[in-house]
């Protein structure tokens, strides 16, 4: 069995789609998906990217990918990156895939003089929460995401300064 990790491409755009599907009936959040296909490959593989994206390869066919970008610490001074996405199918897990592609971004991060790799984790996933801890992650449980969309990220827009 051979491991391979590598950048996606344009080409790769409908597998890459089929794996945010994946994740998300994985997560339960199928009926959170919305995204259109010809718009994510803009934002992915267009003139401005707003992320990248991995694809891990077991004896050369697809079996996983990782969506990342970069986001910045002020208390360090550094970039950082952030794992968006991580998914494995399941007939590979337990290949060691998984871990590979988080070694890779870890490289990345180190090549690219990042201070950290950080990604979220839904709570009751306590399969990946321990494959996580096994690889020197740790639960940044002191902190709470926050987040604002829809009609309530519009309103805020709303009462921006321009």
Known sequence: MTLSIRPATSADLPLIAQF??????YEKLAHEVRFDEAKLGERL??????AEVVIGEIDGAPQGFALFFHNFSTFEGKPGIYLEDLFVR???RGS??????????????????????????????TPSIGFYRSLGAK?????????????????LAGGAVR
């Open 20 to 25: 945010i599907r994946d994740l998300a009936d």
């Open 90 to 92: 399941p007939e590979a």
């Open 45 to 50: 593989f267009g003139p401005r990217p707003y």
């Open 96 to 125: 060691g895939l998984g871990k590979a592609l988080l070694a890779y971004l870890a490289g990345l991060c180190v090549d690219r003089d990042c201070a950290r790799l950080e990604w979220s984790v839904l709570d009751w996933n």
């Open 139 to 155: 639960l940044m449980d002191e902190w709470t995401v926050m987040r604002v969309d829809g009609d309530a990220l519009a309103a």
